[in-house]
C-alpha cells in the first residue's frame, strides 16, 4: 500500500514523500491457520482411508467415489498449504496485497483437508454437504443484503435479527391462515420492513444512536413474537401455525448435472430469488443511478445533497429496502425449514449475516460468499459430529462463531466501511 505524507523544506515550500506500507495481517492469519492444522494432524493422527461421495441419488448421472489416504493426503495438503502461506508474505513484504483467489484457494485446501482428517475411516458425502451448506446460508444471504443496503445508505443495520425473526413469525402466521407460502413470502417482507421503518424513524428523523436502537428492537421483537407465539400460535397450532411450504422445483437437464445440480438447480422458490437478488444488488449497486444515489448518501451526504439528492429520504427508502430483503430470509425458516414457527427460532444468524457484511467488505457479492462460507461451517459441524471425530462437541457448537471471529479479525482490519454510516445526516 503507498500513502502520502507532507514534508516541509528548508525553503518553506510543501513536498510530497512516498511511505509505503506492509501489511501482513492475512498471511500471519494463513500461517496460524495453517499451525494448527499441522499440529492437529500431528497430535491427533488418523489412519485409514477416507472416501469422498460425489453421486447423489436424484442425479441421473453416476459418479464415483474417491477414497483417499488419510495421513498421507494430510500431509500433502499441509504442504500446499505452506506454499500458499509463504507465497502471501511475499507479497506482503514487497509492499502487495494476497490476491484474493489466493486466500479462497488456501480456504478451500484448508477445509478439504481438515475433511480428509475427519473422515479417516468414514464418508463425506460431498453433494449433501454442499446442499445442506447452501440451505443454511439462505437466511444469512438475506440478511447480509440487507445489511449492506441499509450501510451503504448510512444506516447501520444491527436490527437484522428482529427482520428475521418477526419474517418468519409473519410468514408461518400468513401462510397458515391462507394456505398460500407466497402470501407468506409476502408478510416476512412486510415484517422485515415494519422492523426496519421503526429503525430508520428513530435512527433519521429523531438521529438516535443507530447501534442502541438496533439492539433493542431485537430485544423488542423477540419479546414480542415470543408474547404471541404463547398467546395466539400455541393455542391454535393447526390453525395459525401450521404453514404452507414450498418444496423444490427440479429444472430439467441442469438438476441432473452431478455435484453442482442438486445444489443449484433443485432448489425452492426463495433460494431461486436469493441468486436473483444477489445479481440485481450486486448489479444495481454499481452499474444503476439508485446505486449511485445510495453510494453518494452513504460516503458522502454532504456532497450528495449539493447535487440535488435528497439524503434522508433516499436513506429511509432504502433502509425500507434492506428490511424486505431481511424479512425474506425470515421466510426461509418458517415456509421452507420448519413448517412453523418456534420463539426465539433464528438463534442469532442475524448477527452472523452482520458479521458477514463486514468480512464482504460492504458488498454484495463479497457478503454472498462469506454468509455461504458461515452456512458451510455451520453444516460442517453436524457432519462432523456423525463422523465421530475426536473433536469434544462443545467445541462443534462454537466452530461457526469461531471462523465469524477469526474472519473478521483476521480481515476486518484491513477494510473500511462506508464513511458516513452510523453518522446522521443534519441539512444546515
Known sequence: MTTFTQTEAADGTVQLATVRERHFRTPIVLAVVTVLLALLFLLAPRSGTSIFVLGDRSSAIAMPDIPLPTTVTCWVLIGLLLLMTALAFWQAWNYRRPPLWLIALFGVVAVFAFLVWAAAGGVVPVTSLLVGAVSLSVPLVFGALGGVIGERAGVVNVAIEGQLLLGAFSAALLSSITGSPFVGL???????????????????????????????????????????????????????????????????VLGDIPIIGPVLFNQTVIVYLMFVTVAVVAWGLYRTRWGLRLRAVGEHPKAADTVGIRVNPTRFWNVLLAGAIAGIGGAYFTLVSVPQFGKEMTAGLGFIALAAVIFGRWDPIRATLAALLFGFVTNLQN???????????????????????LAVAGFAGQIRAPAASGKPYIKN
Open 186 to 252: 409476502i408478510g416476512a417482507m412486510i415484517g422485515g420492513v415494519l422492523v426496519a421503518s421503526v429503525l430508520a424513524v428513530f435512527a433519521i428523523k429523531y438521529l438516535v444512536e443507530q447501534v442502541i436502537v438496533g439492539v433493542v428492537l431485537n430485544v423488542l421483537v423477540t419479546g414480542l413474537t415470543g408474547f404471541l407465539y404463547g398467546a395466539l400460535l400455541a393455542p391454535n397450532e393447526q390453525e395459525l401455525n401450521t404453514a404452507a411450504r414450498f418444496t423444490r422445483i427440479k429444472i430439467p
Open 383 to 405: 457432519l462432523l459430529t456423525i463422523l465421530k471425530t475426536p473433536i469434544p462437541g462443545e467445541f462443534m457448537l462454537m466452530l461457526p462463531y469461531l471462523v465469524t471471529l
